[in-house]
């Protein structure tokens, strides 16, 4: 099935550090989502975003929806122990209320104390 | 408010073995949407029900169906099991389906021997 280009696969940080990832894709999305999965969990919705070049925050977190409507990334700053799990872009397809989730593959994130 | 609920959390079944798993969802909503989760595919959609009706389907052979309930309550059913049909089941819930207001329960994980 279609997948977005999520990367990096997988990021070893200090705790403190900031962090990066980002998704590509070949298709234009109506909107832009990050989830983070910690183990045994499903999927939990951190940011979305639904405008072209839309930079948004939530507590250390930041988006932005690419202009282009065909990419996204993620930053993470200042990270802490709890940070750790797969962050997972996802990007939507159909109208306000009704259509299909495409994930990317994840960012498996570990931070070191 | 109670979360989305899927049972069983775990099951192992043997090729040629037919499988149903069940997503409650949160109260009050009315979508309930399906996803497959592997080491290699990632996340994949399934199919989303809204109002006991089919209103979007993935790529998935029809082996995978599924079926809503008056009280929103789903089930999937997986017949004629592989060895790749091992997968973390997720099911997401929303009031009318936007995915920016899903909600994932924990997944049942799938082992097919």
């Known amino acids: 099935g279609q997948q977005l280009n999520q990367s990096p696969q997988s990021m070893f940080i200090q705790e403190g550090e900031d962090v990066s990832m980002n998704c590509t894709s070949s298709s234009i999305f109506n909107t832009w989502l990050w989830y983070k999965q910690d183990p045994g969990e499903g999927p939990v919705l951190l940011i979305a975003l639904y405008k072209a070049g839309e930079l948004t925050s939530n507590g250390r977190l930041t988006a932005q929806f690419g202009i282009t409507r065909k990419d996204s990334f993620l930053n993470i700053s200042a990270s802490i122990p709890s940070d750790v799990g797969i962050y997972f872009c996802?990007?939507?397809?159909?109208?306000?209320?009704?259509?299909?989730?495409?994930f990317g593959q994840g960012t498996t994130l570990q931070v070191k104390p | 408010k109670a979360g989305v609920t899927q049972t069983p959390r775990y099951l192992i079944k043997t090729r040629g073995q037919q499988v149903t798993l069940s997503c409650s969802p949160i109260?009050?909503?009315?979508?309930v949407s399906w996803y497959q989760q592997t080491p290699g595919q990632g996340l994949q959609f399934l199919f989303e029900y809204f109002s006991e009706t089919q209103r979007n389907k993935g790529n998935f052979p029809g082996r995978f169906s599924g079926r809503q309930f008056s009280n929103s309550r789903s089930e999937m059913n997986v017949s004629t099991l592989e060895l790749g049909d091992s997968a973390l089941y997720l099911c997401a819930s929303s009031r009318g389906g936007a995915p920016d207001t899903q909600y994932f329960g924990p997944g049942t994980r799938l082992t097919v021997l």
């Open positions: 109260s009050g909503h009315r979508s």
């Open positions: 996802a990007g939507y397809h159909g109208s306000s209320n009704t259509g299909k989730l495409i």
